[in-house]
């Protein structure tokens, strides 16, 4: 049974695309089928953090309207070969998309993917509502810091009543990757810690993506993270985060503070 | 302030976290509209006005959820003079 998963936020440079590119490779290469779908229709990045903007001939959206099949579209990775995409449009008409056709496309991609991927666009507009519409799980996105967090319990409240699955009475599955995180900050009192975004929150941890240069590097030479730098904190964070979607109990490993006397001494008074 | 904030200047995420709650607890909640609040607010105004002079700062009106039913919640402070009398009348 293929599994529809959205990765969304509300706010935007949060690290949804990342992500998306990340959980996808990481669960490609277990040799699971995975197809990763572009929502950010007119901001098209996936294409771009996959290494494949070179390739995009055909997209979400021809798809959709039916001037391409399927087959056509999905561009295959060159690294990990059960890992496709399918493309945003670069047009600048949003209305192009239409639930109709999102429809038929995710219909289509449960048939042949073990995972449809979608990356959401920010916002709780049209594009947004789209990319959760037809989920069958959600990875809400948020760093730890107040308007990601608000955002992200707006998203949360969109994905419990704005969904099909929301709407058939069922409940939507939804987990928490706090991205962005950095340990320091959050253990001197600077920034919000993982327990604070889950107490405000409370939906379940999926993983901590710690603030990496190593996804940079991975963006700039265009490889998900997850296989672009092998054995990096924020691969391995990336990793884990996938197998506990396919039910893998990993623990959660939470990022190392470093910490001098005086921080170790104060540091846990003020998280 | 304790010791610990002291030598902590930095340890702004307490307030954040305690400002998020607050303002969550409260965006969750709303499901009627802000206008409709404030139209509610301004009406009991009026009417509590006819009989007591009371500070408006000192109004909170509210609409709270729980499971199935919606409470308005009214909470106005009297000042201590005009219940003492009021007190006073009905002994
Ligand atoms: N863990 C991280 N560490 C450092 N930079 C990150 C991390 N995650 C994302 N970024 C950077 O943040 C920016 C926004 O990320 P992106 O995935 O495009 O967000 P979104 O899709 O939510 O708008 C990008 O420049 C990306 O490289
Ligand atoms: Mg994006």
Same mark, same amino acid.
């Given at each position: 049974?293929?599994?529809?998963?959205?990765?969304?936020?509300?706010?935007?440079?949060?690290?949804?695309?990342?992500?998306?590119?990340?959980?996808?490779?990481?669960?490609?290469?277990?040799?699971?089928?995975?197809?990763?779908?572009?929502?950010?229709?007119?901001?098209?990045?996936?294409?771009?953090?996959?290494?494949?903007?070179?390739?995009?001939?055909?997209?979400?959206?021809?798809?959709?309207?039916?001037?391409?099949?399927?087959?056509?579209?999905?561009?295959?990775?060159?690294?990990?070969?059960?890992?496709?995409?399918?493309?945003?449009?670069?047009?600048?008409?949003?209305?192009?998309?239409?639930?109709?056709?999102?429809?038929?496309?995710?219909?289509?991609?449960?048939?042949?993917?073990?995972?449809?991927?979608?990356?959401?666009?920010?916002?709780?507009?049209?594009?947004?509502?789209?990319?959760?519409?037809?989920?069958?799980?959600?990875?809400?996105?948020?760093?730890?810091?107040?308007?990601?967090?608000?955002?992200?319990?707006?998203?949360?409240?969109?994905?419990?009543?704005?969904?099909?699955?929301?709407?058939?009475?069922?409940?939507?599955?939804?987990?928490?990757?706090?991205?962005?995180?950095?340990?320091?900050?959050?253990?001197?009192?600077?920034?919000?810690?993982?327990?604070?975004?889950?107490?405000?929150?409370?939906?379940?941890?999926?993983?901590?993506?710690?603030?990496?240069?190593?996804?940079?590097?991975?963006?700039?030479?265009?490889?998900?993270?997850?296989?672009?730098?092998?054995?990096?904190?924020?691969?391995?964070?990336?990793?884990?985060?996938?197998?506990?979607?396919?039910?893998?109990?990993?623990?959660?490993?939470?990022?190392?503070?470093?910490?001098?006397?005086?921080?170790?001494?104060?540091?846990?008074?003020?998280? | 302030?304790?010791?610990?904030?002291?030598?902590?200047?930095? #340890?702004? #995420?307490?307030?954040?976290?305690?400002?998020?709650?607050?303002?969550?607890?409260?965006?969750?909640?709303?499901?009627?509209?802000?206008?409709?609040?404030?139209?509610?607010?301004?009406?009991?105004? #009026?009417?509590?006005?006819?009989?007591?002079?009371?500070?408006?700062?000192?109004?909170?009106?509210?609409?709270?959820?729980?499971?199935?039913?919606?409470?308005?919640?009214?909470?106005?402070?009297?000042?201590?003079?005009?219940?003492?009398?009021?007190?006073?009348?009905?002994?």
């Amino acid at each position: 049974m293929a599994k529809v998963l959205v990765v969304t936020s509300g706010k935007g440079g949060v690290g949804k695309t990342t992500s998306t590119a990340a959980l996808g490779a990481a669960l490609a290469q277990t040799g699971q089928k995975v197809a990763v779908v572009d929502f950010d229709v007119g901001l098209r990045n996936l294409d771009l953090v996959m290494g494949a903007e070179r390739r995009v001939v055909f997209d979400l959206i021809n798809v959709a309207q039916g001037d391409a099949n399927l087959s056509q579209a999905l561009i295959r990775d060159k690294r990990v070969d059960t890992l496709y995409l399918l493309a945003a449009s670069q047009t600048r008409d949003k209305d192009a998309l239409t639930e109709e056709g999102v429809a038929r496309v995710i219909a289509e991609l449960r048939e042949r993917f073990d995972w449809v991927i979608c990356d959401s666009p920010a916002g709780i507009e049209r594009g947004a509502t789209l990319a959760m519409r037809f989920a069958d799980v959600a990875v809400v996105v948020a760093n730890p810091e107040v308007s990601s967090v608000r955002d992200s319990d707006r998203i949360i409240g969109l994905l419990d009543s704005k969904t099909l699955k929301a709407e058939s009475g069922e409940r939507m599955e939804k987990h928490l990757l706090l991205t962005r995180y950095d340990a320091g900050r959050a253990s001197r009192g600077e920034m919000l810690s993982v327990d604070d975004v889950l107490d405000i929150l409370s939906i379940p941890l999926l993983g901590i993506i710690p603030e990496s240069l190593d996804v940079l590097r991975a963006s700039n030479i265009g490889a998900p993270v997850s296989i672009g730098n092998v054995g990096s904190p924020a691969a391995n964070a990336y990793i884990d985060a996938a197998r506990r979607l396919c039910g893998v109990p990993v623990p959660m490993v939470r990022p190392l503070e470093k910490k001098g006397l005086l921080g170790r001494f104060f540091g846990r008074r003020a998280a | 302030m304790n010791i610990f904030n002291f030598f902590r200047r930095g #340890a702004t #995420a307490p307030l954040a976290r305690e400002r998020l709650q607050i303002l969550l607890t409260h965006e969750r909640q709303s499901s009627c509209s802000p206008q409709l609040i404030a139209m509610i607010h301004k009406e009991v105004l #009026a009417a509590i006005a006819k009989h007591i002079a009371i500070d408006p700062d000192k109004v909170d009106i509210d609409i709270r959820h729980k499971d199935k039913v919606s409470l308005l919640e009214i909470n106005l402070e009297i000042p201590a003079s005009v219940s003492e009398a009021a007190d006073k009348k009905a002994a």
